[in-house]
């Protein structure tokens, strides 16, 4: 069974850095684009960051000069550097990855369980 699980959140003054990890696992053909999203408390979730296979990055202008997106193929893993942490970024990061399924060879888009970081003082 494919599934990806998110780490690295926690609780980090403002100004401070985490590093999120996604990793992918079970039967796993290939992994296509990869993304972070968050959602704080009452919003909607957002696109934070993502990244092709390729390792070509988009950023959401919220983020765009504090946060680093890559990727290791070899290791089926993602990650998010956030540095210049503001109380703003608090939200519960989620890891989305498109995966094609080793045994059944259907491709769709998976999500993690969700790692939490708060930025507060």
């Known amino acids: 069974q494919v599934q990806i699980v998110e780490s690295g959140g926690g609780l980090v003054q403002p100004g401070g850095s985490l590093r999120l990890s996604c990793v992918a696992s079970?039967?796993?053909?290939?992994?296509?684009?990869m993304g972070w999203y968050r959602q704080a408390a009452g919003k909607q979730r957002e696109l934070v960051a993502s990244?092709?296979?390729?390792?070509?990055?988009t950023y959401a202008d919220a983020v765009k000069g504090r946060f680093t997106i890559s990727r290791d193929n070899t290791k089926n893993t993602m990650y998010l550097q956030m540095n210049s942490l503001k109380p703003e970024d608090t939200a519960v990061y989620y890891c989305?990855?498109?995966?094609?399924?080793?045994?059944?060879?259907?491709?769709?888009?998976?999500w993690g369980q969700g790692t939490q970081v708060t930025v507060s003082s």
């Open positions: 989305n990855a498109a995966i094609t399924d080793g045994v059944t060879l259907s491709r769709r888009d998976y």
């Open positions: 079970g039967s796993i053909f290939s992994i296509g684009a």
């Open positions: 990244i092709s296979r390729s390792s070509s990055t």
